[in-house]
Structures are given as C-alpha cells and as structure tokens.
C-alpha cells in the first residue's frame, strides 16, 4: 500500500539558516509527489510537485525538492529561511488518491 | 478567482448530536474531496466526488457520515450521531480534473468540537 512518512515530527530552525525537511515514501511505480503548506488556521497550500523528468524541482516561496528514487525519498529543501515560513509542512504522494504524510511543524527563531 | 468556500468554520456540539458542513468549490472544478484531519495527523481522505457521482469513499464512515454533490457544484457533509472521536478539521478541496495529475485547492476547513 502507498505510505508517506516524515520522520520530524517538529524542527526549528534560525531565521536566514537553511531547512531540509524529509519525506520518504513507499509506492510501486513511478509515483507523483507533492508538498503542501498549512499556516495556521488555513488551509493547504502546493509549494511544488514532482510527476517525472527532472528530479529537482522548484516551487513557490524559494522552496524546491528533490526527488531520489534508489532513496524513496523527496526532501523539501529552502536554503534561507524566513520567518514567514513556520507552517507545518506535508509530504504526499498519489496512489489511487492524494495520501499525505503527518507533517512537519517548522518553528523559526529570530 | 475565488477560492474554496467552507461554512462554518468553527462548531462545537455535544456528542450524539448531529452537524453539517457545507462547501463550495472553485468554478469550473469537476473533482470535490472531503479530507478529515485530526489534531497532529496529515489528511485523510473521506470522500471524493467527480461532478456529482462518487470516486472513492472507502474510508468514509458511512453508519454516521454522509456527503452528496447534487448538482456537481457544492456539497454537504453530515456527521449524525457525533463521537468524540470525530473532533477534528474538515477539509474541502477541489480540482479541475481527476486527481492524477492535478493540483488540490484547499478550503480553510471546518474546525469542530465533539464534547
């Protein structure tokens, strides 16, 4: 069965510092992936998608991904980060339906 | 353009009662989605409509739950008897086309409160 997991359940990082936040997944084919951002008390937005071709991609705000098949993997990558960015972060991949991971809190410190 | 439109935001109802929520989708989108998302969890898909016909509501408790498309436009999601195990938000979103290839636009979500 298709899955997504994000290992980091929160991180925080310094304002102007870079962020990785990882996501593996597990899907038979060649799988669409997705990562969305939540601000509080809105809903989801896409940062940026993933179908084929070249594995990195980029995305809205400064973000971009990277997709690594022998890894299983789609790690959300930005490498200065705002304060507007603390959000939770969700992974998600295609399989029949759009199943997303249990996010990733970002904190940002000043 | 105007966004996913969801009412209400916010409900809080004593268990066993019932509630609705009511959303909108984007003009022009023929896929709605209906996610529940628990405190600390990803969405989960409840329910998916394509114009008004249902795709996928494998996951959709159907002894409480009930959503209808009529007319393919807006839809209503019904939750009778309520647990408290069903506090949660309730996302709508809405496509252009079937899911494989498109992108999700998200409503701001119903908040609700089961005590």
Known sequence: AQSVTQPDIHITVSEGASLELRC????????????????????????LKYFSGD???QGIKGFEAEFKRSQSSFNLR?????WSDAAEYFCAVVGGKLIFG????LSVKP | EAGVAQSPRYKIIEKRQSVAFWCNPISGHATLYWYQQILGQGPKLLIQFQNNGVVDDSQLPKDRFSAERLKGVDSTLKIQPAKLEDSAVYLCASSFR??????????EGSRLTVL
Not at chain 1, 102 to 105: A, S, V, Y
């Open chain 1, 78 to 82: 930005k490498p200065s980060v705002h």
């Open chain 1, 102 to 105: 249990q996010g990733t809190e």
């Open chain 2, 98 to 107: 079937l899911l494989s290839t498109g992108e999700l636009f998200f409503g």
């Open chain 1, 24 to 47: 593996n997944y597990s899907y038979g084919a060649t799988p669409y992936l997705f990562w969305y951002v939540q601000s509080p008390g809105q809903g989801l937005q896409l940062l």
């Open chain 1, 55 to 57: 594995t990195l991609v």
